[in-house]
C-alpha cells in the first residue's frame, strides 16, 4: 500500500499553498492512502481556555467546507478527524473517506487533556473507549488520536485482531518530537503494525510537525520536516502479517485451550 503522512499549518494562506503542494504530491506518487493531521485545515479550538459556543460552529461550518476539498488528493482513502456535533455532543471524531462513499465516521477520541494549550476537555466530550479495526478497502488499521497514542493497552489488542496500520493525526508541539516519536516506535513494536502519524505545524511551535512511517520493527522508515512536508512509501503489509507471530508479539498472545 502506498501511504503518504503530512505535516499541514491551518493558517488561511500558508494552508492554501501547503494544501495545493500536497494535492500535487499525493497525484504524482499516487498515494493510495493519506493521513492528515489532527483537525486538518480547521483552527485549533483547544488552545483557548473558555468555551465558545459562537467559535464552534464557525470551526465546524468552515471544516465541513474543507472537507469537500478531499478528493484534490486524489487518493483511495484519506483519514483524519473533524469537530462533530453528535446528539449535541461536541466530538473529535477520526473519519474515513473514499470516493465511493465520502465522508465516513470512525470513532471519536477519548482521551482528552486539559491544560494551557491543551484545553480539549473543555472543547470537546469524550468519544469512543473502544480501539475497534476499521478498514480501508481490504487493510485493517487502528485509529489512535494524538493522545491516545500513550494509550499502549490498545496495542495488544491491535495485534490480536490482525491490524496492518495504527494511524495517528496528532496536535503535537516542536519540543517534544522526539517523545512522541518514540511513542510510535512502540505503537508499531507491540501492535506489528505500521505506526503512521501527521502532525499540524505552526510558526510558534504549539505544533511542530513531524509526521512518520515506521515499521512493524519500530524502524524510522520515513519523516516529514520543514524541508520536506510530505513523505510517501510503498508499504509491504506483510511484514505487519508476519510480525504477529513474531517477537515481542507472541509472548502475549492469548493462550489457547488444548
Not at 471544516?63 to 483524519?80: P, W
Not at 489488542?157 to 512502540?186: D, F, H, I, N
Not at 503489509?237 to 492469548?254: D, E, G, I, Q
Request: aromatic share 10%; net charge negative.
Amino acid at each position: 500500500m502506498r501511504v503518504t503522512v503530512c505535516e499541514l499549518p491551518h493558517e488561511t494562506n500558508a494552508l492554501a499553498r501547503a494544501w495545493a503542494a500536497l494535492c500535487e504530491h499525493s497525484a504524482a506518487h499516487a498515494s493510495q492512502l493519506v493521513l492528515l493531521p489532527e483537525f486538518a485545515m480547521a483552527e485549533p479550538v483547544w488552545e483557548c481556555e473558555q468555551f465558545d459556543a459562537d467559535h464552534w460552529c464557525v470551526v465546524e461550518t468552515l471544516s465541513d467546507l474543507q472537507l469537500r476539498k478531499l478528493h484534490e488528493l486524489s487518493a483511495e482513502y484519506v483519514v483524519g478527524t473533524r469537530p462533530v456535533r453528535v446528539n449535541g455532543r461536541r466530538l473529535n471524531q477520526a473519519y474515513l473517506w473514499s470516493i465511493a462513499t465520502g465522508v465516513q465516521p470512525l470513532r471519536s477520541k477519548y482521551f482528552l487533556p486539559d491544560e494551557p494549550g491543551s484545553w480539549e476537555a473543555t472543547w470537546f466530550q469524550k468519544g469512543d473507549p473502544v480501539f475497534p479495526a476499521f478498514h480501508a478497502g481490504t487493510v485493517p488499521f487502528g485509529v489512535n488520536i494524538c493522545t491516545e497514542l500513550w494509550a499502549l493497552e490498545t496495542y495488544a489488542a491491535y495485534a490480536a485482531m490482525g491490524v496492518e496500520l495504527v494511524l495517528s493525526p496528532r496536535a503535537t508541539a516542536l519540543a517534544t518530537t522526539a517523545k512522541w516519536q518514540a511513542a510510535g516506535v512502540v505503537a508499531a513494536v507491540r501492535s506489528g503494525a505500521f505506526s503512521v502519524s501527521s502532525n499540524r505545524v505552526e510558526a510558534t511551535g504549539a505544533c511542530g510537525g513531524g509526521g512518520w512511517i515506521i515499521d512493524p520493527a519500530g524502524e524510522v522508515l520515513a519523516v516529514t520536516s520543514a524541508a520536506e512536508p510530505f513523505a510517501t512509501l510503498d508499504i509491504d503489509l506483510t511484514m505487519a502479517a508476519t510480525a504477529k507471530a513474531s517477537y515481542p508479539r507472541y509472548v502475549f498472545a492469548p493462550e489457547r485451550g488444548g
